[in-house]
C-alpha cells in the first residue's frame, strides 16, 4: 500500500472541505466523550479544576492540532477506476481503493455539515467492518460527483474547473420513489421503533419517582392517581375489577406512548425519503441499475449502490402492515452490517419504508427483475399449520388454565366460564391465522433468484440472488421426523446475525426439501 | 444412516471418536450434579443417587457418542462440501466450493496423541460461518484441504514447483541482465 508510487496525475491532487478539521475534532472528542466527562465530573467533585483543566486544554489543543494536520495532508486523486488516497500523519500511506471494489457508498449529514453544506462519506468494500476509505468532510456537490464517478456515470472529472461541477452530475439520475409524512406517520403506527426509546424513558422516569407503586407516601406517582381516578369516577377500588382495569389502562398507556415515540422516530430517521435510480452506462464497476438512497430531518444519511450489489431483498408485511394496506422493502447489502453505534454512515438499508404494496412490487423488480405478479410459491407440507399452531395453543392455554383454576376456586365462576370462551374463541382465530399463514408461506426458484415467504403476522420474504449463497443446511428436529418435514436454511454474507431474518423455509416436506437443497445446489454460482 | 440427503455417498470419521463425543456429552451432564449436591447437602437425604446419576450419565453418555459417530459424515462432491451431523436434532450443511473463504487443519492435545486432525472451513457466511470436520488422519485432512481449496490440486502444484525450479536454475545466469535492465526501466519516465 505505502510501497506504491505516487499517482500518476501531475497535479497535487484535491483536499478536503477547509473545515474538515472541525468535524474530524467532533468525530474525536465524540470518540473519547467517556474519560472527558470523568475528567469533567471528578474535577467539580474536587473542587480543585486546576490541573484537570490545563489537561483538558492540553489534550484539546493536541486533537485540534493533530485535526487540523491530517485533514491538511489528506489528499485524492480520482482516476478513471480508481481512487487514490494519501492520508496519515506519521506514518503515510498512499491507498489505491479501486472502484470494482466499493460495494457501497454511505453518507452521513448532521444539522452542522448541512450549515456548511459538507457531507461525510464512507466508501466501503465487503470485507470487514472498517470502510475502505473515510472521507471526513467533502462539499455536497464534490460528494455527489464522486459517487457518480465511482458507480462509474462519470469517468472524466473536471480537475479544473471546481466551480461547477454540477454539470458533471449524471442528468440521467431519476426520482423513482419518495415517501410523504403522512406514510410516515403510518409508518410510526406500524413499527415499533419507539419501543426502545420508550423503555429507556420509563428507567429515567422509574429513577424519578414517576412509577414506582403504592408505597410513595405523597400519593403523586402515576400508579396513584390512575388508582385514585378509577375509584373516584368509575367506583372501583378492588377485585378482580379494578386489577383488569389496572392492566388494561396501563396497556392502552404504553401502546399510546410507544406509538407516539415510534411515529416521532419514523419522521425523524425517514423525513423526505428519496430513491433515484441510474442507468449507468457499462463500466469497470459493472452495468445496470444504480439505487440511491437519501432520508433524515436533520441529520441527512444514506447511501447509493448498484443492483447486482444487493445481497438481499427483504419485503416486509404483518398483521399491521395489511390493516394500513402498506409494505416494506429492506436490503441487505455487503459491509454495512457493522453495527458501531452512529459513528459511521450505514449506507442503504430501505429501498422503501413503507409504500403501498404495488409500489412495493414494482421496487422489487427494479431492483431484482423478480415481479410478484406471475408468482406462485411453492407450498409447505399440508399439516405444517399443525406444527406452527401447537406451541402458541400450548403456552397461552397452560396460563389460561391456571389463571381459570384460581378464578373457579376463589368464587369467581361465572369469570371462569368466560376466560374459557374467551379461550375457545382465541384458539379457533389462532388455528385460521396459522392456516392462512401455512397458506401463504413457501418458497420459489427462479433461475436467478430464491424467493423465501414465511409468517403472518409479521411476514418477511426474501428475494436473494442465487449467486450469493453461502451455505445450505438441512435440518430436521425429532418434531420434523415424526411428521416427516424438514428445514431448509439459506446462509447470506451480509447482514447481521442478530437484525437480519434468517432465510430458511421451515416444515416443509422432507422431499421437497431434499429437492430444494439440491436444487440451491446446484445453481449456487 | 444417510437419511437426510441420500444422494450424497457419505465418509465416516475415526471411530475413536465416538470418545470424543460421549465425552462431551458427559461434561454437558455434570451440570445438573451441581445442584443435586446442594440439596443433598441440605437435606442429608440421598447420597446413593450421586453415583447412580454418575452410571446413568455415563451409560448414555456412551450411547450418544456411538450414535453420535455412526450420524456424523462428510462428503466430497464436485461442486462443494457436505456434512452431516447431529443424533436427534440432525443437520446436513453443504457449502459450495466456490464460497471456501480459508481452511485450516488443526489438532488439540488430544488429536496429536491420537494421531488425528481437524479440519475447519470458514465461509463468508453470518450464521453457518465455519464448519468442522474432526477426527481424520492428518494425511486425509490435508488431501481434503488442498482438493477443496483448488480443483487440480495435483498438477498445479507439480507446475509451480518445476517452474520456481526452472526460474531458480536460470536466475544465476541472467541476474545482472534483469537488474540493469530493471534500471534503465526506473529511469525513463
Redesign the interface.
Known amino acids: 500500500m505505502s510501497a506504491a508510487p505516487e499517482p500518476r496525475n501531475t497535479n497535487t491532487g484535491e483536499t478536503l472541505h477547509a473545515l474538515s478539521w472541525l468535524f474530524v475534532l467532533i468525530a474525536q472528542l465524540l470518540n473519547l466523550i467517556g474519560p472527558i466527562l470523568l475528567v469533567l465530573v471528578a474535577g467539580r467533585m474536587r473542587k480543585d479544576d486546576g490541573w484537570q483543566a490545563m489537561v483538558a486544554l492540553i489534550a484539546a489543543l493536541v486533537l485540534s492540532a493533530y485535526s487540523l494536520f491530517y485533514t491538511r495532508t489528506f489528499r485524492f486523486w480520482v482516476t478513471a477506476d480508481e481512487l487514490i488516497i494519501k492520508e496519515g500523519l506519521f506514518n503515510r500511506t498512499l491507498r489505491h481503493v479501486p472502484f470494482a471494489r466499493i460495494q457501497n457508498v454511505a453518507f452521513r449529514q448532521t444539522l452542522l455539515h448541512r450549515i456548511f453544506g459538507v457531507v461525510e462519506l464512507n466508501l466501503e468494500s465487503g ?1 470487514g467492518t472498517k470502510p475502505e476509505a473515510k472521507m471526513t468532510v467533502l462539499p455536497l456537490l464534490r460528494a455527489r460527483l464522486l459517487q457518480q464517478q465511482i458507480r462509474g456515470a462519470v469517468v472524466q472529472m473536471p480537475l479544473d474547473d471546481p466551480a461547477q461541477p454540477s454539470a458533471a452530475i449524471s442528468p440521467t439520475e431519476v426520482l423513482v420513489h419518495q415517501v410523504s409524512t403522512a406514510e410516515l406517520l403510518r409508518l410510526g403506527l406500524i413499527s415499533n421503533r419507539g419501543m426502545v426509546l420508550v423503555g429507556s424513558a420509563f428507567y429515567f422516569l422509574s429513577q424519578s419517582n414517576l412509577i414506582p407503586s403504592g408505597r410513595d407516601a405523597r400519593g403523586h406517582s402515576l400508579f396513584n392517581t390512575i388508582s385514585h381516578w378509577l375509584r373516584d369516577s368509575v367506583g372501583v377500588a378492588h377485585g378482580p375489577l379494578f386489577w383488569a382495569a389496572m392492566i388494561a389502562l396501563w396497556f392502552v398507556m404504553i401502546v399510546l406512548v410507544v406509538r407516539v415515540a415510534s411515529m416521532l422516530l419514523a419522521v425523524i430517521t425517514f423525513h423526505d425519503f428519496k430513491l433515484y435510480v441510474t442507468s449507468a452506462p457499462v463500466s469497470a464497476f459493472g452495468h445496470g441499475q444504480q439505487l440511491r438512497v437519501e432520508h433524515g430531518l436533520s441529520t441527512r444519511q444514506g447511501g447509493s449502490t448498484s443492483a447486482h450489489r444487493i445481497v438481499c431483498l427483504l419485503l416486509r408485511d404483518g398483521l399491521l402492515y395489511r390493516w394500513f394496506k402498506r409494505q416494506s422493502v429492506e436490503v441487505v447489502l455487503p459491509g454495512n ?1 457493522h453495527d458501531d453505534g452512529s459513528k459511521n454512515a450505514r449506507g442503504m438499508r430501505y429501498l422503501s419504508p413503507i409504500s403501498r404494496p404495488d409500489v412495493a412490487n414494482d421496487l422489487i423488480e427494479l431492483a431484482s427483475g423478480i415481479s410478484f405478479k406471475q408468482l406462485v410459491l411453492n407450498p409447505l407440507h399440508v399439516r405444517a399449520w399443525r406444527r406452527m399452531v401447537k406451541w402458541p395453543l400450548l403456552i397461552v392455554g397452560v396460563q389460561v388454565l391456571a389463571l381459570i383454576v384460581f378464578l373457579a376456586t376463589h368464587q369467581h365462576v361465572s369469570a371462569a366460564l368466560m376466560m374459557l370462551c374467551f379461550y375457545v374463541g382465541f384458539s379457533f382465530w389462532m388455528v385460521r391465522c396459522y392456516q392462512r399463514s401455512a397458506a401463504v408461506s413457501g418458497y420459489q426458484l427462479t433461475p436467478t433468484h430464491c424467493i423465501i415467504r414465511a409468517g403472518y403476522f409479521s411476514q418477511c420474504t426474501h428475494i436473494l440472488p442465487r449467486r450469493e ?10 418434531f420434523d ?1 415424526r411428521s416427516h418435514m ?1 428445514t431448509v ?1 439459506i ?7 442478530f437484525e ?1 431474518p ?1 432465510a430458511a423455509v421451515h416444515y416443509l416436506a422432507i422431499k421437497d426439501a ?1 429437492k430444494l ?2 436444487s440451491l ?2 445453481k ?2 | 444412516m444417510h ?5 450424497v455417498p457419505l465418509t465416516s470419521i475415526d471411530p475413536r471418536m465416538r470418545y470424543f463425543f460421549a465425552l462431551s456429552a458427559l461434561i454437558l451432564a455434570l451440570a445438573p450434579l451441581l445442584p443435586l449436591l446442594i440439596w443433598i447437602k441440605k437435606t442429608g437425604f440421598g447420597v446413593w443417587l450421586v453415583p447412580v446419576y454418575l452410571a446413568l450419565a455415563a451409560v448414555l453418555a456412551y450411547r450418544y457418542g456411538k450414535a453420535a459417530h455412526a450420524r456424523f459424515g462428510y462428503g466430497l462432491v464436485d ?2 462440501l457436505w456434512l452431516q451431523t ?1 443424533v ?9 466450493r ?2 471456501i473463504q480459508h481452511t485450516e487443519v488443526s489438532h488439540g492435545p488430544l488429536d496429536r496423541h491420537l494421531g488425528l486432525a481437524k479440519l475447519v472451513v470458514h ?6 460461518t465455519h ?1 468442522t470436520v474432526p477426527g481424520l488422519t492428518e494425511a486425509i485432512a490435508n488431501h481434503l484441504r488442498d482438493v477443496l481449496l483448488h480443483r487440480e490440486v495435483g498438477c498445479r502444484d507439480a507446475d509451480l514447483s518445476n517452474r520456481t525450479a526452472d526460474e531458480s536454475r536460470r536466475s544465476g545466469d541472467t541476474a545482472d541482465e534483469s537488474r540493469r535492465s530493471g534500471d534503465t526501466a526506473d529511469e525513463s519516465p
Open positions: 470485507a452490517s449463497v453461502q451455505s445450505v443446511t438441512l435440518s430436521q428436529s425429532p421426523r424438514a436454511a446462509d447470506l454474507c451480509a447482514g447481521s446475525a437480519t434468517h431434499r437443497a439440491a445446489r446446484l449456487t454460482f | 437419511e437426510l440427503d441420500q444422494t461442486d462443494g447431529g436427534a436434532w440432525r443437520k446436513a450443511i453443504f457449502v459450495p466456490e464460497r465461509t463468508a457466511g453470518i450464521r453457518a464448519l
